[in-house]
């Protein structure tokens, strides 16, 4: 009962993401670009698969909830950052710089993910 009721949840956690998501690019945001709107969104889907990773990882029993927590914090500070660099980097950043500064989100988000993950498995 209690997978059901979190499996629920999250679908709703993950349509409202869409749509917040699809409200920023599109009415708020107004990207024209067509560079800046595939990267915002590849980054977005990135951002939702690294969501999906940490819900498959605080399913498993043999993690230390010492560490879960602040891989769920991480995931939660990504995703917001990543937001707001989507919605100032395409309107302030050209394409160049608004893959780099992504890239190196990711990339940072990843370096502090993974070592609290493998330090985190029982």
Do not use: D
């Amino acid at each position: 009962m209690k997978k059901e009721i979190l499996s629920v949840y999250f679908s709703f956690l993950f349509v409202c993401y869409i749509l917040i998501a699809g409200y920023v690019f599109f009415a708020f945001a107004r990207i024209n670009a067509a560079g800046k709107l595939l990267t915002g969104i590849f980054f977005e889907v990135l951002g939702i698969f690294f969501v999906f990773i940490v819900k498959n990882i605080a399913g498993f029993r043999n993690m230390k909830i010492g560490y879960l927590v602040p891989i769920v914090i991480c995931t939660a500070l990504y995703l917001l950052f990543m937001n707001a660099l989507n919605i100032w980097g395409s309107i302030c950043l050209t394409i160049t710089w608004f893959v780099l500064a992504h890239t190196i989100w990711a990339i940072t988000y990843i370096a502090v993910v993974i070592p609290m993950y493998i330090m985190g498995k029982q």
